[in-house]
């Protein structure tokens, strides 16, 4: 097996990132020209995505430990649940604020989205597997 030089790929990473991840001034740049093109608060959109993300992953170690570890799902388990869900709907309703959206218009587009999916009106994998064209 050939040996790996990771400082060759180290630079290789970099040529292949783009100048606004290599770059924190390329970032706000692009950020703020976002902003100004899209009106969209940039800040707190990447406020809510980060958050989302890492609230999503605490979410999930916990229900990890009970599947894998051994964990038991017991009232104070559910309830570390239920607080990082909270915390994940912090980060989200900050995303709707950033999009300037009634987040209940984004409920709304979810309901429409999966009505149209799965016509029925019940879950079906091949709908789920076979989407159609800019259903993602």
């Not at 605490?58 to 388990?77: A, H, N, R, S, W």
């Not at 570390?80 to 959206?101: F, P, Q, S, T």
Request: glycine letters at 6%; proline letters at 2%.
């Amino acid at each position: 097996m050939k040996q790996i030089d990771l400082n060759k790929y180290k630079e290789f990473v970099k040529e292949v990132t783009s100048e606004d991840s290599n770059s924190t001034s390329s970032m706000c740049e692009t950020l703020d020209k976002l902003e100004n093109e899209s009106g969209v608060n940039m800040s707190l959109l990447l406020t809510g995505a980060v958050g989302i993300s890492a609230e999503s992953g605490e979410f999930m170690e916990i229900v990890k430990k009970c599947i894998f570890q051994g964990k038991p799902l017991d009232d104070d388990t559910q309830y570390h649940a239920k607080r990082e869900l909270g915390d994940i709907m912090w980060y989200w309703i900050n995303a709707c604020r950033a999009l300037n959206v009634d987040p209940n218009i984004i409920i709304q587009m979810n309901i429409d989205k999966l009505k149209a999916r799965y016509p029925g009106g019940d879950f079906d994998a091949y709908y789920s597997e076979n989407r159609k064209d800019g259903d993602i």
